[in-house]
């Protein structure tokens, strides 16, 4: 592999931040670019920031390089960010809206990009045994520590449910890992590939509001943001039936709500 010119490329991405702050869209795009060059594998997630510009092509997920290194790096103060400063209370959503509709106790739950273990720890007594998959080494340390887990696994999600042969899961979770993902066929085909018939899925989603047409776009935030029409489209073409679709307020974002749904399905028998 080619070793990584560090300050030729922190040189880029500063100059290509500082464009984009002083409203200077081409140059800044170009600075991007140069990052891309650089560093082919992304670690700054230059392609999803050019695509937030509205200008390339929208990539089909946030680079692994770039979520792996975010995650990284925000591993011990995450839980603070997320949950103190964000208001994110997605997990919580999660338990009242399965309760609600009386579903579950479960007995595999698989929590997708399961980051510290909000998730699991929040839906822990709901399931007698737990996989978590994260990216982020960092993140899966913290949640092996909390001990809420029966497995960890490092690994793209995507890539973990292509190649994994474990029993199937009656209960798959995903909260705030679409906003990572603009294509959603990889993982809903992989969720539904490792779940039992009548199994549940649940996540969360930030919301493309307006008609345009867009299945989903790199929102102002660097974050994929998805219409409820290709959720659905999606969805229904890899077997599943939607129980519920509520809509909630993922996070604050600049002291303003960030509007997504909660999706609950049901693998179809």
């Known amino acids: 592999m080619k070793k990584i010119d560090e300050e030729a490329l922190a040189e880029a991405y500063n100059r290509a931040l500082a464009l984009e702050k002083a409203g200077d869209i081409d140059a800044a795009v170009k600075a991007y670019e140069e990052v891309l060059a650089i560093d082919p594998e992304d670690h700054g997630g230059a392609a999803v920031r050019i695509a937030a510009l509205g200008r390339g092509e929208t990539p089909p997920k946030a680079p692994d390089a770039y979520v ?14 997320l949950v103190e400063q964000l208001g994110y209370a997605v997990p919580v959503m999660v338990r009242q809206r399965l309760q609600a509709l009386q579903l579950g106790p479960f007995r595999r739950m698989l929590d997708l990009g399961c980051g510290t273990g909000l998730t699991g720890g929040t839906l822990r007594d709901m399931a007698d045994d737990i996989t978590g998959i994260d990216i982020s080494e960092n993140m899966v340390e913290i949640a092996h520590e909390k001990d809420l887990y029966e497995t960890l696994y490092v690994a793209e999600a995507e890539d973990f ?6 029993d199937p899961f009656d209960l798959v979770t995903a909260t705030d890992v679409l906003p990572y993902l603009g294509a959603l066929e990889p993982l809903f085909f992989g969720a539904a590939e490792n779940m039992v018939p009548g199994g549940i899925f649940v996540f969360s989603s930030e919301t493309l509001s307006g008609d345009d047409g867009r299945p989903y776009m790199v929102g102002p935030h660097q974050r994929f943001i998805h219409s ?42």
């Open 68 to 81: 792996e290194t975010l995650f990284d790096q925000h591993a011990e103060s995450f839980e603070d960010i």
């Open 228 to 269: 409820e029409a290709y959720i659905r489209s999606r969805l229904a073409d890899t077997g599943f039936e939607i129980l519920e679709i509520s809509e909630i307020n993922v996070r604050m974002q600049d002291g303003r709500p960030s509007p997504g749904h909660l999706v609950i399905a049901r693998l179809k028998g």
């Open 161 to 166: 449910l292509e190649d994994n042969d474990d």
